[in-house]
């Protein structure tokens, strides 16, 4: 069986990266690792579904327990990636994707190099100021502190693998699978076909 590939999925908040992964989850051999986070829930959101929801004592337990492969702090909240989250599906020859944001990513770049790093970017930051405004789930001050936000993550995106630009959905989801059809041809993990 073959490993599953580790990727690194990273968009700045409003940039349509949840439509994006909606339409990539699709395909079967894909799965999202839920991340732990003590941020509180939004409408609608499930433990356990989308997020592990934590209060800070619980979240500093399991970084004291080694439980995280990354965590980081990200507008006043801890989220993480739990290393049961990841290695037992990638064992399996499941993709997994890490939806995290830049510090998380950076990290996990250094420890896991065979990890493959996709970047998320709006078509511009006006549009991606409309799209938070327009979800409705913020108040206008969260909304610039998370513009701000991505303005730094933009700058990071040069530490990616891959950058693809979110202007039409299909686009992107399509540039999505033509990174990792190209990635599976890799020579690097052809070891099984080429001894
Ligand atoms: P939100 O509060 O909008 O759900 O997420 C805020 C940011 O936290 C997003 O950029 C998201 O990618 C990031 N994030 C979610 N889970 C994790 C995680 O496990 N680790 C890290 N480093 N960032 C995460």
Do not use: W
Not at 4 to 25: D, E, H, V, W, Y
Not at 83 to 105: F, N, R
Not at 163 to 179: K, S
């Amino acid at each position: 069986m073959k490993r599953g590939r580790l990727i690194i999925f990273s968009a700045p908040s409003g940039c349509g990266k949840g439509t994006m992964l909606a339409q990539i989850l699709k395909n079967e051999n894909y799965r999202c690792s839920i991340s732990a986070t003590t941020r509180q829930p939004r409408e609608g959101e499930k433990n356990g579904i989308n997020y592990y929801f934590m209060t800070r004592e619980e979240f500093e337990k399991n970084i004291n327990d080694n439980k995280f492969l990354e965590y980081a702090e990200y507008c006043h909240n801890y989220y993480g990636t739990l290393l049961s989250e990841v290695d037992d599906y990638l064992e399996k020859g499941t993709d997994v994707i890490l939806e995290i944001e830049v510090q998380g990513a950076l990290k996990v770049m250094r420890i896991r190099k065979d990890a493959v790093s996709v970047f998320i970017a709006p078509p511009s930051i006006d549009e991606l100021r409309r799209r938070l405004k327009k979800r409705g789930t913020e108040t206008e001050s969260v909304i610039e502190e998370r513009v701000s936000q991505a303005e730094r993550e933009i700058s990071q995106a040069k530490n990616y693998d891959y950058i693809i630009v979110n202007d039409v959905l299909e686009n992107a989801v399509d540039d999505f699978f033509a990174v990792m059809r190209a990635e599976k041809l890799k020579a690097e993990f052809s070891d099984d076909i080429i001894k």
